[in-house]
């Protein structure tokens, strides 16, 4: 299946075609189930309450970038770490921290985040690959802070509280953003890039107001669903509604011509989830049928039992397949899959999508399928081999992340009331 899957994606067959040809080859040499009850798998692996939430995120944080969202967060981000060494990587960071927070998109991060510090850090002496490769990474945070389209995803396909993933996310986003932070840092000390303003107070309560209407979103998204407000469906409608509002009656930088494009773009990039999401979960069905959850965890369990050296299986795992497959078919394929075996060695199902994230955002910049790199590259016109040696330090960075988080359950678990720093 996976030799007929990745034969067709080579020649150049979309991948949710490439995913429906294989699984039938499959069918028609291994009968495990039959075609009708295929298509009703289809139809039920998009026809879910939750995965409303999936294109509600994807408006919203194209509302809030087309609103002036974006320069207004990076203003607010500059005012605070003022003339430190290497300050406009720093800000990059920060506002990535900041836009994935309403966008919940790694290469909208990098487009709405990029178009404005990429320019900035050049004049300011900054190497062109070095910028571009930082803003490529630090746009993988994206998907680490809440809200994150992959863990919805992950918390539709393996039936695991969306709003736990979110809170949970938090803290593993502070471990990312500083460490690139901290890279970008020394990396500045050796060349010599010093800041560019100063620090006052009254520079930051000024782009503070500014910003204190994208600022809100988070704590509205967040707040509701962590108090019961509403669900993580009816949060991705209401900062919808909410981006909306202030981008046509505060900010008035939102027109109503523009809010038609953005939904007419976001429903055929919705369309193409969908299509993809529905064979994928298919085959993750047949994979039951298959007992591939027993192989995986017998081949694994084969080698060790450790829960440490089982999740360096799975980021090695995770890593290869993010370098060649997109992040939708991955999570919907492996996610039931793999959390079926390590929960089997006291894994959290919270702390593991937790993890894939990790993992996934990593492979937003690891070429050949490497969607922040396409978009860094298309934005500045620069080759993508140059920026990945530009960027290799904060791709060391990201890893070590990974597993700093991943052997830390209490980073992203502490926050849920469970401190152990132990499995099981």
């Not at 879910?48 to 408006?59: G, R, V």
């Not at 709003?163 to 010599?192: D, H, Q, S, T």
């Amino acid at each position: 299946m996976f030799l007929v899957m990745f034969g067709l994606m080579f020649l150049g067959v979309p991948i949710a075609v490439s995913i429906y040809i294989a699984m039938l080859v499959l069918i028609g040499m291994n009968p495990v189930t039959t075609t009708n009850f295929i298509a009703q798998t289809l139809y039920g692996g998009v026809a879910s309450f939750t995965n409303l939430a999936l294109p509600f995120f994807m408006i919203c944080g194209t509302i809030m970038e087309t609103g002036g969202l974006s320069k207004r967060l990076v203003r607010f981000a500059n005012s605070l770490v003022g003339g430190i060494t290497g300050s406009l990587g720093m800000v990059t960071v920060i506002a990535c921290m900041f836009f994935g927070a309403v966008s919940g998109s790694a290469p909208a991060t990098v487009a709405a985040i990029g178009s404005i510090m990429i320019p900035m850090m050049v004049s300011n002496g900054y190497n062109k690959y070095y910028a571009t490769g930082l803003t490529c990474c630090a746009g993988g945070l994206g998907v680490i802070v809440p809200p994150s389209y992959p863990m919805v995803l992950y918390g539709v396909t393996c039936n695991v509280s969306v709003g736990k993933l979110f809170i949970a996310g938090l803290g593993p986003a502070f471990v990312v953003g500083g460490l690139l932070m901290l890279i970008n840092y020394v990396m500045c000390k050796r060349w010599g890039i010093k800041g560019d303003t100063k620090l006052e107070l009254k520079n930051i309560a000024s782009s503070f107001w500014d910003a204190k209407w994208a600022l809100i979103m988070p704590v509205i998204i967040l707040g509701g669903i962590y108090s019961g407000i509403f669900t993580a469906t009816e949060a991705a409608v209401v900062a919808s509604v909410y981006g909306i509002v202030i981008g046509l009656f505060v900010h008035r930088e939102l027109k109503l011509e523009k809010l038609w494009a953005i939904f007419r773009d976001n429903a055929a990039f919705i369309a193409g989830t969908m299509f993809v999401m529905a064979p994928s979960k298919a085959t993750g069905q047949v994979f039951a049928y298959l007992n591939i959850t027993k192989i995986i965890a017998n081949f694994m369990f084969s080698i060790s039992t450790n829960p440490y050296i089982v999740l360096c299986m799975i980021f090695v795992i995770m890593f290869i397949v993010g370098m060649f497959v997109q992040t939708t078919p991955a999570i919907v394929i492996l996610a039931p899959t793999l959390l079926a075996v390590v929960s089997q060695v006291g894994i959290d199902p919270i702390h593991f999508g937790i993890i894939m994230t990790l993992a996934l955002a990593i492979a937003f910049v690891t070429p050949p399928v490497a969607l922040n790199l396409f978009v860094g590259s298309s934005m500045t016109g620069l080759s993508i081999d140059k920026i990945v040696r530009a960027f290799m330090p904060f791709l060391i960075g990201l890893i070590v992340a990974f597993f700093i988080v991943s052997f830390v359950p209490a980073i992203s678990l502490g926050v849920l009331g469970d401190w152990s720093l132990t499995f099981g």
